[in-house]
């Protein structure tokens, strides 16, 4: 489904981000790593190499613009263009009400949420539209960006925003051939929601419980959504919100 494509992951180093490594590799990318733990994403690409992908990583913070553009500058410098990116990476906050939220945790949680996906979008049609080849990209929002959950109103705003970004970016860049998309995700296994769990033990049951399925997603079920968004298979798909959520969306 993605054999010679060029797939730049970001937030690779665990969760979703590395099980899309995992599936973009099996379906024959060529995935270009990137997250802050360098040692993480060695051994990734290490792994993945072994089982005969070809792989490349990069150190970089998504909220810095010379970090993020060096990223997407070793992806074309080694195999030649970007044909699709996974923004990916994240972050949370304690969930406190709105008022007693720290400006330090807003700022932190709409830096890498939003002014991520915003640095890497940039710099990724950039090498998209020198190319001349279009792409596909996918920003990993959240079901908290279709409404209002229990994960804190800074979160809730950026992934909100991360629809906006998706959307404008979608409308724009059509007539060159660049998909743009967004996954609304659920519930997902990940050191993210560990630390939810681990902050407030009877939050896996709650959530749990406003899911239709009645579960926790493993990440790569979050993984294969957004692969066969960056392949070709869809085509005709831009300016989408893909809920990957169990039906939470549907409730
Ligand atoms: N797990 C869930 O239940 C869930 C639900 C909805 C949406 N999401 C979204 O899925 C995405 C992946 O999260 P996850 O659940 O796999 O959690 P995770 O914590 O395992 O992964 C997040 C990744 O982003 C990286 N990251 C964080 N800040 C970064 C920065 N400044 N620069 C570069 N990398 C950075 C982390 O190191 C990590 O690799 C996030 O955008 C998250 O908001 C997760």
Redesign the pocket.
């Known amino acids: 489904m993605l054999a010679g494509k060029v797939i730049m992951i970001?937030?690779?180093?665990?969760?979703?981000?590395?099980a899309a490594a995992w599936v973009c590799a099996q379906h024959g990318a060529t995935v270009v790593l990137?997250?802050?733990?360098t040692e993480?994403l060695r051994q990734l690409a290490a792994e993945l190499r072994d089982k005969g992908a070809e792989t490349a990583f990069a150190s970089?913070?998504?909220?810095c613009p010379t970090e993020v553009a060096r990223a997407v500058d070793l992806a074309v410098e080694r195999y030649g263009r970007l044909d699709a990116a996974f923004n990916?990476?994240?972050?949370?906050t304690v969930s406190a009400p709105l008022h007693e939220t720290d400006d330090a945790d807003y700022d932190r949680v709409l830096?890498?949420?939003l002014r991520?996906v915003w640095l890497c979008m940039k710099y990724e049609i950039r090498a998209m539209l020198a190319a001349g080849t279009g792409g596909a990209i996918v920003n990993?929002?959240?079901?908290?960006g279709l409404r209002a959950t229990s994960m804190g109103a800074p979160?809730v705003a950026a992934?909100h925003a991360v629809l906006g970004l998706t959307k404008a970016a979608a409308v724009q860049y059509a007539p060159s051939g660049v998909r743009v998309n967004a996954?609304a995700?659920?519930?997902?296994?990940?050191?993210?929601?560990e630390?939810v769990f681990a902050r407030d033990p009877a939050a896996e049951e709650r959530m749990r419980r406003r899911n239709p399925q009645g579960r926790?997603?493993h990440?790569t079920e979050?993984a294969q959504a957004a692969a066969w968004l960056c392949s070709d298979q869809a085509s005709f798909v831009t300016g989408a919100t893909m809920a990957v959520d169990g039906g939470a969306g549907a409730w």
Do not use: F, H, Q
Not at 34 to 37: D, E, H, L, S
């Open positions: 970001t937030g690779a180093s665990s969760g979703i981000g590395e990137v997250a802050r733990r993480r970089a913070d998504v909220t990916n990476a994240g972050a949370t830096d890498v949420n991520g990993n929002s959240s079901v908290a979160y992934k996954l995700t659920g519930l997902t296994r990940s050191e993210m929601s630390e926790v997603a990440s979050v």
